[in-house]
T-cell receptor
Framework: EAQVTQNPRYLITVTGKKLTVTCSQNMNHEYMSWYRQDPGLGLRQIYYSMNVEVTDKGDVPEGYKVSRKEKRNFPLILESPSPNQTSLYFCASSSLGTGGEKFFGPGTRLTVL | GENVEQHPSTLSVQEGDSAVIKCTYSDSASNYFPWYKQELGKRPQLIIDIRSNVGEKKDQRIAVTLNKTAKHFSLHITETQPEDSAVYFC??????????????FGGGTRLMVKP
């Protein structure tokens, strides 16, 4: 089954404690991206990757890092989380040239205390 | 960069009526316009999309229209059903060789279909 998976689905942490949210897709997609969703602000792109070892900033990259060492995985790293990073995070993937995000992961609800 | 505005933010209709959600975009170079449906607690799902070389696209009860001159596009849902209740997002992709599939999203419309 074609899918995008994320882990963990829910996470409560404290300010400053490094964390990683994993994202994996099994469709051999070149393009992967991370979004955060906040009430009233819609979906805002954090980072995207057009292929292995190719990543770039989206609209709201501050406080986040990503890596793309393998085609299927695109982890989101928060080196020193802060309360303003409390949000719902979605990973997405698609083939390049298909237009836009075709498949979203199930979401990770992060709370930073 | 691209800016997408979406209206209305909430929309309540009676079952069987039509619903229309409108979006405007700022970058005339945008050439791809998808719509996503997000049910409560679920992930966004692509429901329909349109490219700038066509003016309208239909898929059963949903349709999208695009006016490139005015830089706006709309989602039309006919014969609405309670299961259409969700938040709908429009998005636009500016043509940029270096940005791949990067999308800019509108703020969302919460559609409520009353039985």
């Amino acid at each position: 089954e074609a899918q995008v998976t994320q882990n963990p689905r829910y996470l409560i942490t404290v300010t400053g404690k490094k964390l990683t949210v994993t994202c994996s897709q099994n469709m051999n997609h070149e393009y992967m991206s991370w979004y955060r969703q906040d009430p009233g602000l819609g979906l805002r792109q954090i980072y995207y990757s057009m292929n292995v070892e190719v990543t770039d900033k989206g609209d709201v990259p501050e406080g986040y890092k990503v890596s793309r060492k393998e085609k299927r995985n695109f982890p989101l790293i928060l080196e020193s989380p802060s309360p303003n990073q409390t949000s719902l995070y979605f990973c997405a993937s698609s083939s390049l040239g298909t237009g836009g995000e075709k498949f979203f992961g199930p979401g990770t609800r992060l709370t930073v205390l | 960069g691209e800016n997408v505005e979406q209206h209305p933010s909430t929309l309540s209709v009676q079952e069987g009526d039509s619903a229309v959600i409108k979006c405007t975009y700022s970058d005339s170079a945008s050439n791809y316009f998808p719509w996503y449906k997000q049910e409560l607690g679920k992930r966004p799902q692509l429901i329909i999309d349109i490219r700038s070389n066509v003016g309208e696209k239909k898929d059963q009860r949903i349709a999208v229209t695009l006016n490139k001159t005015a830089k706006h596009f709309s989602l039309h849902i006919t014969e609405t059903q309670p299961e259409d209740s969700a938040v709908y997002f429009c998005a636009a992709r500016p043509y940029n060789n270096n940005a791949g599939n990067m999308l800019t999203f509108g703020g969302g419309t919460r559609l409520m279909v009353k039985p």
